[in-house]
Each structure stands twice: as C-alpha cells, then as structure tokens.
C-alpha cells in the first residue's frame, strides 16, 4: 500500500512539473495568420452586443462576474455572499441582513458552482443559483435585475461543494457536503470520525412562481466527501448523482490516507422517491439552527428568519432511493449528460474516464445485483453499471461538458487541456492544450438537455506568462475554444476575476429583453421612502436622527442639516427620484464607517452615520450623474452633545 501511495505522489510531482514548464512554449499560434481570422470570431465591434451572457462564479470573491461571449468583455460583478462597497451591498442596511447565519454576520464566502434555472431541461433564463461553500449557504440571484434575492443557509453540511444543481424544472436546488461532520454538532475527538460523521445532501425546493428558497429535506448520508454532483436529466429526471471521495474516512494527511480505495463511489440518489416520503410524513425532524434571508424587491430590504427545524432522512429507511456506483481514483466531477443516460465519473488521480450507464443501474437495481453495502447502502457492480471508458490519454481529468452534437469535452488538470470525445463510441476527437491548468470548463447550456455548443470556456487556475505581470498576483484565465467545427480552435484569452470555479452561460437573446430597466417609484414600499421631494424631512427619536433624502440630477433634499450632535445614530434613507435607465446616485459622507451607496432609479437605500467629531461635514454624490455632479453636494452641522442647537434642514428652492 505505501508504494501505491508514494508513486501516486511521485505521478503527481512529475506532472506538476510538466505543467508549469512543459507548455510555456505554446502561444496559441498568436503570431500566424490564423490569429487576424480568430480576432475576426471575437471581436465585437464598438456598440455591437455579444452573443452569450457567461456567469462565472468568482471563488473567494465570493461573488458572480457577468461577462459576454465571445468578446470577453467584463459587464458586472454580482455581490452574493460578499460585501461590496461598490454598490453598498453589505453595508446598506437594507442588505446587511442578506449575510446573516447562525455565526453572525458573515461578510464573505466562496463561491464556486453557478446554475441557471431551466423548465423541461433547458435554460429559461429566470434565476441564477450559486453556492457558498465556506459557511454553508446558497444563493437565488434573480436575473432582471441581476441582484441576490435570497440566501439560505445549510446546517449539518460543511464545505458546501457539491451545489448548487438544479434539476430540470428547477424542483430543487441541490447542495452536498464536501467535509462530514458529527450531526448534530458535539465536541468529540477527531479521530472518531470514522463511522461517527455524516455528509449532508440537502434538497431545498424553489417556488415555481416566486422562487421561494425551502430547505426541504437533507439525507444523511455515511461520512464520505461529496464533491460534485449533477441531476438527472429526461430518462434520469428525478435522480441526482454524486461524486464522493475519502470512502476510506480518513481525518488526517488526507492526501495519502483518502486515496487508498482503488474505488470511491458516486452516490445516486432518487430524490423524486424521498421527496414522495417526506411529503407522507416521512424523516425525523431535527432541532438546528440555519438562516433564511429575502430580499423584497417592492421594500427594497432584505429580513433575515432563524429557522429552528430541519428534516432529516436516513437513506436506510427508504429501500430503492440510493445506490452506491464504484468509481475509479477519486473521482472528482460528475457530469450528466443531455439524453440523460451516461455520468460520468472523473477520477482525478486517473487517466480514464468512467461513464455509467443509467438504463444498466436500472437494470442492476432492478435485477438486485448488488457488491455488498456501505452503511446500509447497497453497492452495484462496476462492470453492471459500466457504459464505457474514455482512454483519455490526459491526466487528472476534472469536469466534462457536453455540445449538441453528441459530443463530450473534459478538462484535465495535470496535462494542462481539453479532450473532446464521443459519447456512445469514447473515441477520443480531438485535445487543445490549455494555458494552464485548467479546472472547469463551460459551454453555454451544457448543463442542460439542450447546449448550445458554439463556444467552450476553458476556466484556468494558472496565468503566469498569459498577460503583463501584476506583481506575484495574477487574475485568473479563461480561455474561449471555437467548438464549431471538428476540431477545437483556442480563439481567445481573457482574465478573469476572483477564480471562476464553474460558470453557466445562456443566449443574450434569453435574458437581455427581460432585463429591468428602473425600479418604479410608484412601487417603492420603503417604509422610509420619500416619493417626492417635498416629503423630504429629518425626523429625532431620541439618539437616533432619521433623514427622509430624495435625490434627482443633480441635487440632495435636503441639502443642509444641523441640529445633529456627537454620539448620534444618523440614518440616511436615500430616494432616488430618477425613472431614467442607467442613473443612479451614490452618497457618502465624510468618516463614515461603512461604504459609500449606489442608489438605483426608484430604489430607496440607507445608509448609517455616527458623527464622532464637531465640526460641518459634507457628503456628495459618488456617481457621475450629470454636468451638475460635482454640485450633487451638502452639508451637516454637528454639534456637542450636550448641545441645544434645534434640528433643521433646507428643502431647497
Ligand atoms: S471544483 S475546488 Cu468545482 Cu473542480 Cu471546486
Ligand atoms: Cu448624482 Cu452624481
């Protein structure tokens, strides 16, 4: 066992090293006159729009960037699960309640696996989903106005990695536990893990009209590490598969003590079965704790509920709703395909790829053709379950997408490319290197019933010499592949921010028309919204000093305040006037602790100040609005506490 261990180390070692030396000499042909054909392919001429929308996840930014494809061109980055000054998120009051949890505030995450929301297996353009892996949580993001609805945390689960998947009519959302943990939390000794921890699948429901966020059911599962997973899709709707990692329970130098099965399994779950069970009563409520945040579009603030129950279903208890499928060395992504009938499992310690049959498990379950059990778990047989396997040729394979061809593409992380293969015959069509070490890959819909199999993104955790060096950091690279012919043709690079785990992609023509243009002042339900100028007004309760602020171009009402002392609460409730698309205003005010605001047409946004110091203070507007922005200023007066100067403020004339 202990040679295994060191040349699998050894194997590694040798493949790093190949990677970071072994493809620096490619360029890509940048300099032949195939490039002034591929700059053709990408470029977007100046006022053109861009065929695709990328959603790439932004890693430990925590947040989602938006992109165009094929231009590569950067349009927004959506706050999720971090705070970010450049729109207030987090630091508003009204969206602070967003990054609520069990431990308190929690301004930040890592956020890996972006998913669209899809009616009858294909993209339908309404929500984006998208994981926390750190303090477990998932995020609905709507996409008209590109802002974070909802937040739900997970208890039980930690490193929230295999999510956040959606099933083929958005049923659920789904989040698998990467570490298992003792459930319900206890201080015990590590050591103990092995058969003491268990890994969470949580299944949360989403309303189909609002897109409600519910916590449905979470099966515990043995204590095994679920790293990816994917949902069934039409002949496999209804089921979802897991990857898992660590069968052997190892708590400690888990690089060598989590490889030792030749074996791990991918655990396919019939959630349809146990979603059926729970409805009937089924599963054992158990007390916890896990935080629910809605944001309201109408109110412009989010509420944060403590929920205090959860059900739990013991996979034992319900026969024929999960099965374990051995895989190959680790298996890392699991990937289903568009008919529904082949996942495919990619061990990550491996050259191979493993591709299950779904018509064979069912056959196997069928026939009761079981290897033994795990935990009560019945096993399949490699060979029952076995549709084929891709003799890659590659190391490290990682995740596979799927073009509208019948065509499979899968990266490999230690090789440094992209293999293109052939579902059905597992011939290998085609491989591109990738510059340089790529993890996920992304064809718009290729998580779908239907991708549309233009463009994949190679998604890259190395950039070293792609672009002009910015100190020892770089940006993350992604790489744009023309899919359209027979071979792959690597067309574009461009950086990218934070590190996009995974990344969804859609058709501009899907999502641009439904894009929101202004929030409708006449719909504003702020409970401090001012929906004229003349409703402007500053009110004192106690310590805390309430501004009812209204903002058009290019003024604050009101403008000048005085009357506010040392010690105060100052809350600044901001009412952005415009009904124009694309006018926001922003506020900051001087020593303020917490960020500037970027209030969008019709939105009301606040923003809290506690004067420290004596002395007149003025705020302005961040947002170049119009000629008159610079004027887009005022003025607050701060006194002593103790004294008597009366509150007043300019309307303006
Ligand atoms: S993965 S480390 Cu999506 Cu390959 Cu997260
Ligand atoms: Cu409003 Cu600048």
Redo the contacts with the bound molecule.
Sequence with gaps: MKKYNYFISALMVSALLLTSCGNQNGNGGSNSALASNNAEKVYVAPGEQDEFYAFMSGGYSGNITVYGLPSGRLFKEIPVFSQFPTSGYGYSEETKPMLNTSFGFVPWDDA??PDISQTNGELDGRWIFING?NTPRIARVSLSTFETEEIIELPNSAGN?SSSFITENTEYVVAGTRFSVPVPQRDMPINEYKGNFKGALSFISIAPDTGRLNLDFQMMMPGFNY??SHPGRGKSHGWFFFTTYNTEEANSLMEVNSSQNDKDFIAAVNWKMIAEYVKNGGGTKMATEYAHNVYDEHTHSATSTMKKEVITVDPTKVPGAVFFLPTPKSP??CDVDPSGQYIIGNGKLSADLTIHSFDKMIAAIEGKKFDGEAYGIPILKFEDVLAGTVKSGGLGP??TEFDDKGNAYTTFFISSEVVKWKLGTWEVLDRQPTFYSV??LMIPGGNSRKPFGKYVVAMNKITKDRYLPTGPEMEHSAQLYDISGDKMELIYDFPTHGEP??AAGIPAELLAPKSKKIYRLDDNKHPFAVTSPDQAKVVREGKEVHVYMSTIRSHFTPDNIEGIKVGDKVYFHITNHEQDFDVPHGFAMIGQNTSELLIMPGQTKTSLWEPKKVGVWPFYCTDFCSALHQEMQGYVRVSPADSDVPLTYTLGE
């Design positions: 890996h696996h892996n990695h790293d990816l890392h992504g990682l995740h993890g996920h785990h995974y």
